[in-house]
């Protein structure tokens, strides 16, 4: 892919900041209100609770979720970190596209079925936390950087710096 020109590149990763973040919240806000409908005892608060889990499930969950994975995807591609050149990118990569599944084929089945039936049990609770704590670490994991090179990155590194240690050596000016 070709490289992102700056101005899109800073756009692209602010949207994908705050979608991002914007998946962190919508998971701490099913966390809330999956506490809120398990530890009741009110039917009503439960129905509540259930409704409001469905309407962001049904109408958020799945765009934040695919809007991150996507913009993501085009940043690791097309910037000089690559999708698989770094292990930290590569596992955010993977951590974004297997929560976004769960999302998609396990969150929201599960969403739709506690408000067809008005009854949550523990899963609406243990879900968003498993997923605020996956959201947290990607985000940690993007701040820090950790583990440096993929065996690709370090041959494509490898490459690049022996071709330039030859272009050194030429007394010729290389094009």
Known sequence: M???KRPVR???LVAHVAVSVSWLGLTVGLLALGITAFTTGDPATVGAATRAMKIFGDW???P???LALVSGLVL???TPWGLARHRWVWT?????LITTGLSVFSLRPGIDAAAADKAVDINLVIAPSVATATY???TAVSILKPWGLTRRGRRLRFSASSV???DARSPRQTA
């Open 2 to 4: 070709k490289p992102l």
């Open 76 to 78: 690791a591609l097309g």
């Open 64 to 66: 934040v979720a695919l």
């Open 164 to 166: 330039k240690s030859v």
């Open 92 to 96: 955010k990569f993977w951590l974004t």
């Open 60 to 62: 958020l969950v799945v």
């Open 10 to 12: 800073r756009g692209l």
């Open 136 to 138: 947290l670490l990607i």
